[in-house]
Nanobody
Framework: QLQVVESGGGLVQPGGSLTLSCAASGFTLDHYSIAWFRQAPGKEREGIACISGSGLRTKYVDSAQGRFTISRDNAKNAVFLKMDSLRPDDTAVYFC??????????????????WGQGTQVTVSS
């Protein structure tokens, strides 16, 4: 009954900011590594950022480095993705995914077993 639920998506203008949340239901997030992915229509799912269970290890795709920040608040059982300086090419459905290996931090979608339903992010004037 592991469930991952994303929220926070919406419409923002270029250069704007948005923070996505990933909440867990039925399990404790600090026992799982978490990653954010995105997928635009007709494109493959792309890894954006990941964070280990302890939060000590993070990784970002090059296009997100310096603009996006992944963090976790284990007291709230949630992981966040703060996105700054958003660009139109950031438009996609964003997914949160969890993996049992707590120390994992990779941007490979095939590795992750538990996925949220996705939240739409649209960057447009």
């Amino acid at each position: 009954q592991l469930q991952v639920v994303e929220s926070g998506g919406g419409l923002v203008q270029p250069g704007g900011s948005l923070t996505l949340s990933c909440a867990a239901s039925g399990f404790t997030l600090d026992h799982y590594s978490i990653a954010w992915f995105r997928q635009a229509p007709g494109k493959e799912r792309e890894g954006i950022a990941c964070i280990s269970g302890s939060g000590l290890r993070t990784k970002y795709v090059d296009s997100a480095q310096g603009r996006f920040t992944i963090s976790r608040d284990n007291a709230k059982n949630a992981v966040f993705l703060k996105m700054d300086s958003l660009r139109p090419d950031d438009t996609a459905v964003y997914f949160c995914a969890a993996h049992r290996l707590v120390g994992l931090c990779v941007l490979k979608p095939d590795v992750f077993d538990y996925w949220g339903q996705g939240t739409q992010v649209t960057v447009s004037s």
